[in-house]
């Protein structure tokens, strides 16, 4: 979320960018907080935090590998949808702990 709130300013289109983040965290809490038996809601919280340490290093390393941003065009998509896939593997193991 870090990269992303940096991005706004910075990158053209940083906003959908924001919104992207949002709606996939949003959907991660939603599907691991309605399921009934992951009794302790604390992991679901540190699981996304986490998945937002791994993705963050993940497109800071990606993206700003100088410190300045480096403009990828369209192809800079298939960067930020690495976070689909690491909130499926977090959603995997919180629901898979259940304690």
Not at 75 to 89: D, E, K, Q, R
């Amino acid at each position: 979320m870090i990269t992303a709130l940096r991005s706004v300013s910075l990158v053209n289109g940083g906003t959908l960018w924001l919104l992207f983040w949002v709606i996939c965290a949003a959907i991660y809490l939603i599907f691991c907080l309605i399921r009934k038996h992951t009794l302790k809601k604390g992991i679901v919280f540190w699981g996304l935090a986490i998945a937002e340490i791994v993705i963050d290093l993940f497109w800071t390393f990606l993206y700003y590998p100088q410190g300045t941003y480096i403009e990828y065009g369209l192809s800079a998509i298939f960067g930020l949808l690495a976070w689909i896939p690491v909130l499926v593997i977090t959603a995997w193991i919180v629901i898979a702990c259940r304690s």
